[in-house]
């Protein structure tokens, strides 16, 4: 295997950060899509998974899509990630948002 070989077989991960001020104010990036939201809960895929955050009051304050980056405000209580090790969770969580 030569030098070009190794290259293409390299997964280059995006970043993906998580910023929260004083609980009212969350900044993330690495966001590929925003799958549902409400004034309670957010359903973000992020290039980590999926991301659940849930508070009271959640306004989405800026969405830039180029960028991946979503700026929430409001009252925030939790954010949990959901991912392949996690499959039967997301199953459930899916089944109850849709309903």
Do not use: C, P, W
């Not at 899509?33 to 290039?47: G, H, K, V, W, Y």
């Amino acid at each position: 295997m030569n030098y070009y070989e190794q290259v293409e077989n390299i997964t280059v991960q995006k970043e993906h950060q998580v910023k929260i001020n004083n609980r009212k104010e969350l900044e993330i990036n690495g966001v590929k899509e925003i799958d549902s939201f409400d004034n309670e809960e957010f359903l973000l895929e992020t290039n980590m998974g999926y991301l659940i955050v849930r508070g009271q009051n959640l306004q989405l304050k800026n969405l830039n899509v180029e960028e991946g980056l979503v700026q929430i405000k409001g009252k925030v209580y939790e954010l949990t990630y959901v991912d392949e090790h996690h499959q039967e969770k997301a199953k459930g969580l899916f089944s109850r948002l849709f309903r």
